[in-house]
T-cell receptor
Framework: QKEVEQNSGPLSVPEGAIASLNCTYS??????FFWYRQYSGKSPELIMF????GDKEDGRFTAQLNKASQYVSLLIRDSQPSDSATYLC??????FGTGTSLTVIP | GAVVSQHPSWVICKSGTSVKIECRSL??????MFWYRQFPKQSLMLMAT?????????EQGVEKDKFLINHASLTLSTLTVTSAHPEDSSFYIC???????????FGQGTRLTVV
């Protein structure tokens, strides 16, 4: 399977801060990139996807893609305790990283 | 978005028995569905692609004779774990790709424990 790497964390940020999640991938030909949120014992739910280099914003979330560096990130602004979860990066829909555990401290 | 119903949500079985997991697409005719396995604190690993009316496509390292996949209709795919052993204990999740071809919609997942 294609390699998708994420820092497993845990990442802790205070409420209201910006959380930054990073992901690198090995297949230079990858075309689509997804960020999912997964609560413990639950299935993943899509946060957003990005196909083109640059930034894509959706509410408090911003995905950033740099294909030359084979790097995709997710920024969460004004982090809330309810954002505490594991965030999975996926490449080409099917290949997932191990996830980064995020804890937002009230 | 698509709604995918997966059951059972959890199952405990004895070593050596077989377990069937069902995945239903409730509002979308899914010609293709995907089966994943997730061990604790690890990522989702794609096991196989289930194709309606034809054989499933298995990822490298996944035993097709152990993990039997059937996709007999456009709304139902099943995964049968045959002769289950404790090392098969895991979280199994199915998904389908929505009509827009981008987003994956996941079932609720099945927690399998083999004792």
């Amino acid at each position: 399977q294609k390699e998708v790497e994420q820092n497993s964390g845990p990442l802790s940020v205070p409420e209201g801060a910006i959380a930054s999640l990073n992901c690198t991938y090995s297949d230079r030909g990858s075309q689509s990139f997804f960020w999912y949120r997964q609560y413990s014992g639950k299935s993943p739910e899509l946060i957003m996807f990005i196909y083109s280099n640059g930034d894509k914003e959706d509410g408090r979330f911003t995905a950033q893609l740099n294909k030359a560096s084979q790097y995709v990130s997710l920024l969460i602004r004004d982090s809330q305790p309810s954002d505490s979860a594991t965030y999975l990066c996926a490449v080409n829909q099917f290949y997932f990283g191990t996830g980064t555990s995020l804890t937002v401290i009230p | 978005g698509a709604v995918v119903s997966q059951h059972p949500s959890w199952v405990i079985c004895k070593s050596g028995t077989s377990v069937k997991i069902e995945c239903r697409s409730l509002d979308f005719q899914a010609t293709t569905m995907f089966w994943y396995r997730q061990f604790p604190k690890q990522s989702l690993m794609l096991m196989a692609t289930s194709n309606e009316g034809s054989k499933a496509t298995y990822e490298q390292g996944v035993e097709k004779d152990k993990f039997l996949i059937n996709h007999a209709s456009l709304t139902l795919s099943t995964l049968t774990v045959t002769s289950a052993h404790p090392e098969d204990s895991s979280f199994y999740i199915c998904s389908e790709i929505g009509g827009g071809g981008t987003e994956a919609f996941f079932g609720q997942g099945t927690r399998l424990t083999v004792v």
